[in-house]
């Protein structure tokens, strides 16, 4: 594999500025090429693009503040109903806050849930998975036994009862989901780290003098990233569906935070009166997993070599 | 085999160990005391204080405490709810054969559809059949199930009127229970139309519970029947003439379905998280439910109590797919 012989250049010292460039630049044009074969994939990204914009420009895009409340506007339906007004293209809900505006301040904190737990996970996740897999032995043994502990539980049980003892609340809802994710990490990396460790970069990178940690973060760790990236990918979707899940119990964010999950808990009531209160929020937290889905989807195709073949 | 089936086994001691550890840290590791938890807001003494701690054995060293509680879990002492009094194990089995009946019917419903609709897709490879069956697999594997559950009560209890909106059978009929399974037991019970409301009101909370396992098992039985179908077993039964049927149906599905057996397995542990969610959706009285409202109860008893029996069960699931795994696929087994 290409990527081993960069690595070990670089392990050992013998990377100059130039070639290490062009090789990344043709890595990520082959990365490219694979991942746009996949429609779905392209068009995921595309919708992930958007849905950041609109996250990064809610002050400016949306029509009304996410926590005003407007008398006299209670459960107003969306425009193209009887009764909807241009003012609250999507309706409001039951308090008559503009429910557009909640959702497009709730792609915020989306995006956020997932970038946090997916760092949080990753991070302690390839921690631990290189230690388990560098150094075997006791460590190994009960880093997995530890992992195996936690994949008892079911995640969403799991992270509910966390936030029992953390207290509800946004933040603890990411920690505990991030500790019920990391497993996968730990595993992956695991796996990864020892199918590399025996390879000749590894032990060529070692002859010359390679200290432990050296070995585990610049010599294996960079060619472990493929399952790596994909998983992540997969994972922040899952973050966002638990973190929707807990807000729906009552166990996330907490009202009137415009987080989407939260939203619907609050419309649960009105499901049966007012259908746009509980449709809107469900769809945005839709059209984002989805989206991150299928750009996983594509992730997997580019960077697995294995199923690049078939 | 049974070499095999020990060394599992005994996989599983120190699983369960530390899971009973987990069970047993949570109700030290919450904030305040667990005995003033008791208390509520009435307070109690100092000397009740005392009596109390000592009764339950909060004055001990921890580790003779965790001793303690393995010996009660032993005996079968899951602990007593804070709130009914009753014993913990008692309400899970009153609860569980409710989760059961949904979970099972779930996951029916996944195979008997995920299967040939991911087989299918593999056959038709390309195609928009196959695009199709992929993308709605994609939407059903991205999907909130409790949106999706709010949204089929919309449409089909509210606009329509067909199914009941929640609860498993209409109030209009009450049998003792036999099997604790309603589709059995308003079998058992002869009246008139029971076994009709029971099933109307499964109906809605199983296709919700079962979106992800179906978009996971259809998904799943496609790329391994590619996988398959590209092997020379499968070009040499074609080359000897088999028809198209036989060489899908009989060669290429039976070897297929042995990484599908192990993600059937694997969907137990959603199949639980999933019942958390759909159970509360539609008041589905089943141990998801149970949980969800023990925690909001601050009935902590009952959360520790049931965690470790929902992580036993999972356990004990995954020990016979590793089990069956192993006979179906003798490769596993050295």
Known sequence: MATNTKSTDAAIGLEGGAPIAVTRRARLAEFWYYFRQNRGAVIGLAVFVVIVAIAVLAPVIAPHSPSMQNR???????????????????????????????????????????????????????????????????????VMRMMDIILAFPSLLLALVLVAILGPGLVNAMIAIALVQQPHYVRLTRAAVMAE??????TAARVA???????????????????????????????????????????????????????????????????????????????????????GDGLRDALDPKLKRS | MFRFLFSRLALLIPTFIGVSIVAFSFIRLLPGDPIML?????????????????TMGFDRPLVVQYFNYLLDLLQGDFGTSIVTKRPVLQEFFTLFPATLELSFCAIVLAVVIGVPVGMLAAVRRGSWLDQTIMGSALVGYSMPIFWWGLLLIILFSGVLGWTPVSGRISLLYY?????????????????????????????????????????????????????????????????KGLPPRRVIGLHALRNALIPVITTIGLQVGVLLAGAILTETIFSWPGIGKWMVDSVFKRDYAVVQGGLLLIAGIIMIVNLIVDVLYGLVNPRIRH
């Not at chain 1, 460790?197 to 590894?202: A, M, S, T």
């Not at chain 1, 619907?264 to 449709?279: K, N, Q």
């Not at chain 2, 308003?186 to 029971?194: H, P």
């Open chain 1, 72 to 142: 006299g506007a209670f459960l107003l339906p969306p425009v193209w109903e009887d009764g909807g007004r241009w003012e609250f293209v999507l309706g409001t809900d039951a308090v008559g806050r503009d429910i557009l505006s909640r959702l497009i301040y709730g792609a915020r904190f989306s995006l956020f849930i997932g970038v946090v737990v997916v760092s949080l996970a990753v991070t302690v996740g390839i921690f631990v998975g290189l230690l388990a897999g560098y150094f075997r032995g006791a460590v190994d043994t009960v």
């Open chain 1, 197 to 202: 460790k025996g390879r000749d970069y590894v």
């Open chain 1, 209 to 295: 003098g390679a200290g432990n940690l050296r070995l585990m973060f610049k010599t294996i760790l960079p060619n472990c990233t493929a399952p790596l990236i994909v998983q992540a990918a997969l994972s922040f979707s899952t973050a966002i569906l638990d973190a929707a899940a807990l807000g729906f119990l009552g166990m996330g964010a907490q009202p009137p935070t415009p987080e989407w999950g939260t939203m619907l808990a609050e419309a649960r009531e009105f499901i049966l009166r007012a259908w746009w209160v509980v449709t809107f929020p469900g769809i945005a937290i839709l059209v984002t997993v989805l989206a991150i889905n299928l750009m």
């Open chain 2, 38 to 54: 008791l208390a509520g807001e009435r307070g109690m003494t100092e000397e009740r204080y005392q009596q109390l701690q000592s």
């Open chain 2, 175 to 239: 049998f003792p229970p036999v099997t604790g399974f309603m589709l059995i037991d308003s079998l058992l019970s002869g009246q008139d139309g029971a076994f009709k409301s029971a099933a109307s009101h499964l109906i809605l909370p199983t296709v919700v519970l079962a979106t992800i396992p179906l978009a996971v098992i259809a998904r799943q039985t496609r790329s391994a029947m590619l996988e398959v179908l590209g092997e020379d077993y499968v070009r040499t039964a074609r080359a």
